[in-house]
């Protein structure tokens, strides 16, 4: 029975590698384009919880930087990850954990997955734009937080805030009708 659970664990890891991968490379046409990555990555923290999701989004950085193209834009490698915006794709680890975390001490309601995604998506927009400054200062020259802030956060609030909403309520009903 251990093996058979084991073996469900590493397909559903598996399988969320892989929807993380196919929305990072969904790009959503507005004035800025985004990707659903961000969404891949709740609904991955959200039904996996700790260890699963944590480790599925782990597995995602890797297959990236090893060399398979699973980051936006079909980009993959070291470069990917130590550019302006890999810190970002690092971030969804501390979303991953947050998620995780919290869902597993509070439970998996609808508000608490909402502030549970809030909290990760702030803390993958904290070392995301921490590194961006970082990459940028050190490359281009200094830069204001405000300025990044306008160009890496701003255009991406309302997008971010839709994704969590129904990401939350997409966890929310499976959850429901389906033990992950």
């Known amino acids: ?34 990707t659903l990555q961000t969404f891949a990555v709740f609904v991955t923290a959200g039904l996996l919880g700790i260890k699963r999701g944590t480790t599925a989004v782990v597995v995602y950085i890797l297959l990236g930087l090893v060399g398979v193209p699973v980051f936006s834009q079909f980009r993959s490698g070291l470069g990917a990850l130590l550019g302006n915006t890999g810190g970002y794709i690092i971030g969804f680890l501390f979303t991953a954990l947050a998620v995780g975390i919290i869902t597993e001490i509070f439970g998996k309601k609808l508000y608490v ?27 281009t020259g200094t830069i204001g937080l405000w300025s990044v802030l306008s160009v890496c956060i701003v255009p991406y609030l309302i997008p971010d805030v839709i994704k969590i909403v129904v990401a939350a309520v997409i966890v929310n009903r499976v959850n429901k009708y389906v033990k992950i």
């Open 1 to 34: 029975m251990k093996s058979r659970k084991t073996i469900l664990s590493l397909v559903y890891i598996a399988l969320f590698v892989a929807i993380i991968a196919v929305c990072s490379w969904i790009s959503i046409p507005i004035v800025i384009p985004f």
């Open 113 to 139: 997955l909402i502030i549970a995604m809030i909290i990760g998506l702030v803390l993958c927009y904290a070392f995301g734009t921490a590194w961006f400054m970082y990459i940028y200062t050190k490359n």
